[in-house]
């Protein structure tokens, strides 16, 4: 055997040894370390598809919520794009009418108010909101709207300051 066939061995400290050195050495096996290393690997993909998965999720929550927001906002301008011929009074509900041409047009009169007799399509009732937003006048009298409303009101009587009894 010549001198160039011989392994290298490690001349520095044990602990820093990539072999054990000693017999007293616990014993190592390359095929257990292989699995453990295997085994960690499962794992961490697992994590991280589980991770990448609630992304995703999410992702498509947002996506679906920005759709809602857009769909929102064309319905808002269109209503906004609405002739008036008086001033918008925030609180106030208004009934929307569409003319044969398409125009749409605001008017404070109802349907009933009209009697079964109104001289254009009748389109939809909304309440314009103080943000200047519109509700349909079928949601802003909902039970939920109400009840934001009493929850409000409740934060705001908390809040105030209430008269110290006199001795």
């Known amino acids: 055997m010549d001198d160039s066939d011989k392994p290298i061995l490690h001349t520095g400290e044990a602990h820093s040894s990539p072999y054990p050195v000693s017999r007293l050495a616990p014993a190592f096996d390359s095929g257990e370390l292989v699995a453990e290393v295997a085994k960690a690997e499962a794992m961490l993909n697992a994590r991280t598809g589980a991770k990448l998965r609630v992304i995703a999720d999410q ?10 927001v857009l769909a929102d906002a064309r319905i808002e301008q269109a209503l906004n794009q609405a002739q008036c011929a008086f001033k918008r ?3 106030k509900t208004y009934h929307l009418y569409r003319r044969a041409d398409g125009q749409t047009f605001f008017s404070m ?19 314009l909101e103080s943000d200047y937003s519109w509700t349909p006048a ?21 809040g105030e300051i209430a008269p110290q009894d006199e001795p």
């Open 59 to 68: 992702i498509a929550l947002l996506q679906q919520e920005a759709r809602k």
């Open 89 to 91: 009074v925030p609180g």
């Open 109 to 127: 009169l109802s349907p009933e108010d009209w009697h079964g007799l109104a001289p254009h399509a009748f389109v939809g009732s909304y309440r």
């Open 138 to 158: 079928d949601e802003a009298d909902s039970s939920q709207s109400r009840d934001t409303g009493e929850l409000v009101g409740q934060l705001l009587r908390i």
